[in-house]
Antibody, heavy 123, light 107 residues
Framework: EVQLVESGGGLVQPGRSLRLSCTAS????????MSWVRQAPGKGLEWVGF??????????DYAASVKGRFTISRDDSKGIAYLQLNSLRAEDTAVYYC??????????????WGQGTLVTVSS | SFELTQPPSVSVSPGQTASITCSGD??????AYWYQQKPGQSPVLVIY???KRPSGIPERFSGSTSGNTVTLTISGTQTMDEADYYC??????????FGPGTKVTVL
């Protein structure tokens, strides 16, 4: 059974940093691109970024709203994807979901989602 | 930047058909995806690549495309289908884009 478990959320002051983790199980983690999606309280879904699998360069891409502040990385040996959040702002307050891309070779939607972890940015 | 448009809400009677549209510039040239999200839960993929249904998704969920509009249709809507539905597409300049979501009410 595929499982994605996020951790690392919490209350953080504006301008500070936080690192989220997504621990995967039930599939060969290194074969799949992984994405992060967030949802502000009472709002819709917003894609944050993704990281390709190593076979497809392992490169990353980000939404304009977080580019330069957030960084996605992965440790295939541990089955963990990370989201480093720097220079946090109040508008980054959201539940952050880790998702698996449906296909290894292309970006074709998110077939598995974690339960999410809440990040609250406030002084 | 690339944007998707959805109606804020759709109401349907139990057993009837609900249709949710999603429109965007040149959306017909892209694949569309649909997600269902119930209150307090993570989203679930219900349609991928415009019209394909993942395993485990009931046959009453279907997707179609016409021009730059994609449609999620729920046939024989059940009370358990009450949820928010989001369309999504990939744009080479913007990345993944989600629509604003449509709240489906079954009453």
């Amino acid at each position: 059974e595929v499982q994605l478990v996020e951790s690392g959320g919490g209350l953080v002051q504006p301008g500070r940093s936080l690192r989220l983790s997504c621990t995967a199980s039930g599939f060969t983690f290194g074969d799949y691109p992984m994405s992060w999606v967030r949802q502000a309280p009472g709002k819709g879904l917003e894609w944050v970024g993704f990281i390709r699998n190593k076979a497809y360069s392992g490169t990353t891409d980000y939404a304009a709203s977080v580019k330069g502040r957030f960084t996605i990385s992965r440790d295939d040996s541990k089955g963990i994807a990370y989201l480093q959040l720097n220079s946090l702002r109040a508008e980054d307050t959201a539940v952050y979901y880790c998702t698996r891309e449906r296909e290894a070779a292309a970006l074709r939607g998110h077939d598995y989602w974690g339960q999410g972890t809440l990040v609250t940015v406030s002084s | 930047s690339f944007e998707l448009t959805q109606p804020p809400s759709v109401s349907v009677s139990p057993g009837q058909t609900a249709s949710i549209t999603c429109s965007g510039d040149k959306l017909g040239d892209k694949y569309a995806y649909w997600y269902q999200q119930k209150p307090g839960q993570s989203p679930v993929l219900v349609i991928y690549q415009d019209s394909k249904r993942p395993s485990g998704i009931p046959e009453r969920f279907s997707g179609s495309t016409s021009g730059n509009t994609v449609t999620l249709t729920i046939s024989g809507t059940q009370t358990m289908d009450e949820a928010d539905y989001y369309c999504q597409a990939w744009d080479s300049n913007t990345g993944y884009v989600f629509g604003p979501g449509t709240k489906v009410t079954v009453l």
